[in-house]
């Protein structure tokens, strides 16, 4: 069962769901409340051409962190941000969002169709949101159209879809993505 906004604002106030900041009244539509973008994003390195690099996931020492920590760098885009076509960078919810797990609650992060429209995407196939996270969301963010999309800390980058569980998990998310947040000043 989807929750309306008014659920959503009364799961909120006793603290079913947590996010903070809280969002302001303009986030919420009938069904999703919307979140913000942070001031950080996780940019790929070109790298030279000529190198070939290839990430095997199935290597017992795979890390993901690990991984994009070489493959990133961090930059600050308290200026804005001009997403290219057909780029990928990684990007930040701006609010930290925790899904206590006795709430019986979870929830998908989708994009906003208003950005969509424009070629937008805010995640590739990474939507769920389990029961028991804690943390910002990271959101995988491409640009699928022919125009570069400016980017700016603080627009409403995704919204937040949440679901009522049947019952409790035995165990809440304990992935390695666990209190995930943006490194603030490295790059």
């Not at 979140?35 to 996931?57: C, E, Q, R, W």
Request: hydrophobic content about 40%.
């Amino acid at each position: 069962m989807i929750l309306t906004d008014r659920e959503i604002q009364i799961a909120l106030s006793r603290k079913q769901i947590i996010i903070d900041p809280l969002p302001q009244a303009i986030a919420y539509s009938s069904t999703s409340v919307d979140l913000t973008l942070d001031p950080v994003l996780n940019v790929f390195a070109v790298g030279n051409s000529s190198i070939k690099k290839v990430i095997d996931p199935t290597n017992p020492a795979f890390n993901t962190e690990e991984v994009l920590a070489e493959l990133t760098k961090t930059e600050d885009i308290s200026g804005g941000y001009e997403l290219q076509p057909k780029v990928l960078v990684l990007g930040w919810s701006a609010e930290y969002v925790e899904l206590p797990m006795d709430s019986r609650i979870a929830a998908r992060v989708e994009g906003k169709s208003s950005l969509a429209r424009l070629g937008l995407g805010v995640h590739i196939t990474a939507p769920t949101i389990h029961a028991g996270f804690p943390g910002q969301i990271r959101l995988e963010i491409v640009n699928h159209g022919h125009l570069p999309i400016l980017l700016k800390p603080g627009m409403r980058i995704c919204q937040l879809i949440f679901e009522q569980t049947l019952g409790t998990a035995d165990a809440g998310y304990k992935g390695q993505f666990v209190g995930q947040a943006p490194a603030k000043g490295s790059g």
